[in-house]
Every structure is written in structure tokens, then in C-alpha cells.
């Protein structure tokens, strides 16, 4: 695992979309698997403006997001749906076709159409080749995706109640009313988070800072679901310097190449 600790926020995510970038040249046709989160806008930011001044390409790159809320239409502007396609899908050239975000309007009674619908975004993700790169943020509690503390390590997509804690901290983006948070979600499993050839973990700030110790000098358990990255053969995390505060040892300060 490398862990790459940066001044601030500004320079973590400029680390990131360069590392995303490098993917997108080397193979025009990679598949990316996207985040949501306060996290990963700045990359997307980056990205964009990689697309308009350097002429990155997207034309040929599939993405898959991590996850999505269940019960808020993709027109909400708290979907996942709607988030990705504000901060990210609008202001490049990707192939619509080529876009995968879990469904947010599956019937929370219909348990097993909903595990079949898992399965054919599981299948998707199989047909497109696998992730070259999954893009992470992670939750106060050390969740990744939607796979809250005691996911098992193995889990595949599917859907997660969500926890108190969580729904706490998204509540932020609906008018600090918990009661507008959704309790489910759909989302990747730390199973299929880890098939992904490269994960990419980013936190910032000093909320984060425990999540980021226990997920690379604690150990590894299902309590903290971000930990299995210690387990990954390429596993990046750039932290900024908030978030990687409480860190024991001393990290680099840049990558360097990804090989
Ligand atoms: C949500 C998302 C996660 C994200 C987390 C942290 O729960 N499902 O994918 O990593 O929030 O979000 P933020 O980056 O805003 O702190």
C-alpha cells in the first residue's frame, strides 16, 4: 500500500486526477469506478479541466459508480445520479452508453428482484473488463461505498441499511434533517471493490483523520471496511496533511509512477 500524504486538499486531489489521468492516456478504453462524496469533487474538477485544456479523452472510458441511495429520484439533487452528472458526466465527452450508477428507484419490498438487479450490475462490471481504478473516499467510520462497519469483507453488491452514523453525517446535505436521509442503499461490495486493479483512497480534513489511522496501521476488520485495502496489491491512499495527522509513520510525499 503506498500512502502519499499532501500539504492540503487542493494538492490530494490534483494528485489523484493525475493518477486517474495517466490511466485514461495509457488506455483510452480503461473502466473507472466513481465516487461520490465532498471528497472526490476536486479530481473531478481536476479532470475537467485536464478535458478542456489538455485534451484528455474520455470518449472511450466506461464508469461504474460505487453507489447510490435508494428512494430518491435520479432528478433529486441528492442522488447520486444527479451528483455525478452536475460535478462530473456533463462537462466531459463520455459516452452516455458507457455510464453505470446503481438504480436509486428499486422496490425496497422486492428483496429478491433487487438481488438480481445487484447481480446484473456485478455482471456489467465483469463484461466491461473489471475496474482498472476504483476511486474511494471514505466515511468518519471507516465506511467505503455504502459498506458500513461490519460489512462482511467478501460482500458483493447489494443493498445496505444505513447506519445512524451515516445518515448523521450525510444529513449535512439534506437540510441538516436527518429524517431526509434514505435508509438504503445500493453499493458495490468490499468484495468487488477489491477485484478493482488499482483502489485509490482519498480523505481529507481532521474529521477523518481516525478513519484514516485505523484503515492503514490498525488492523484489519470488518469494523473498519476501508482497513482491507492493507490487503490490496495496489492500493494508493492520499491523505491530506489533517487527515493523515494522527499517522505513526512518516509517508511520501508524492508518487512517483504507478508501476
Ligand atoms: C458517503 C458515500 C461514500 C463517501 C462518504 C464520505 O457515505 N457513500 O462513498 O466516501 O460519504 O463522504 P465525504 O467525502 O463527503 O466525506
Redesign the pocket.
Known amino acids: 500500500m503506498l500512502i502519499v500524504v499532501k500539504k492540503n486538499y487542493d494538492e490530494m486531489t490534483k494528485e489523484a486526477a493525475r493518477v486517474i489521468s495517466e490511466i485514461v492516456r495509457e488506455k483510452p478504453s480503461c473502466t473507472l469506478g466513481l465516487?461520490?462524496?465532498?471528497?472526490?469533487l476536486g479530481v473531478y474538477k481536476e479532470l475537467i479541466r485536464m478535458y478542456k485544456e489538455e485534451g484528455l479523452d474520455f470518449s472511450k472510458v466506461t464508469t461504474f459508480n460505487?453507489?447510490e441511495y435508494i428512494g430518491l429520484a435520479p432528478s433529486h439533487q441528492q442522488s447520486y445520479h444527479y451528483f455525478m452528472h452536475d460535478n462530473l458526466f456533463k462537462h466531459i465527452n463520455l459516452d452516455e452508453r458507457f455510464i453505470h450508477i446503481p438504480s436509486s428507484m428499486v422496490d425496497v419490498s422486492d428483496i429478491n428482484r433487487i438481488h438480481k438487479y445487484c447481480d446484473w450490475y456485478e455482471e456489467q462490471t465483469r463484461k466491461a473488463g473489471g475496474m482498472d481504478l476504483q476511486l474511494?473516499?471514505?466515511?468518519v467510520n471507516g465506511?467505503?461505498?455504502?459498506n458500513e462497519p461490519g460489512s462482511s469483507l467478501g460482500a458483493r453488491t447489494r443493498i445496505k441499511t444505513l447506519t445512524q452514523k451515516?445518515r448523521e453525517?450525510?444529513a449535512r446535505f439534506f437540510n441538516n434533517d436527518i429524517d431526509q436521509v434514505p435508509k438504503y442503499?445500493i453499493?458495490m461490495g468490499v468484495g468487488t471493490i477489491l477485484e478493482s486493479r488499482i483502489v485509490l483512497l482519498l480523505a481529507s480534513g481532521k474529521q477523518?483523520a481516525e478513519a484514516i489511522k485505523m484503515t492503514a496501521e490498525g488492523p484489519i476488520t470488518a469494523m473498519v471496511p476501508a482497513s482491507i485495502v492493507q490487503m490490496h496489491r495496489k492500493a494508493i491512499l492520499i491523505v491530506d496533511e489533517e487527515a493523515g495527522s494522527l499517522l505513526d509513520m512518516q509517508y511520501e510525499q508524492f508518487v512517483t509512477d504507478l508501476e
Open positions: 465516487a461520490t462524496g465532498s471528497t472526490p460505487l453507489d474511494l473516499g471514505i466515511g465506511h467505503i461505498g455504502f451515516t453525517d450525510n442503499a453499493t477523518k
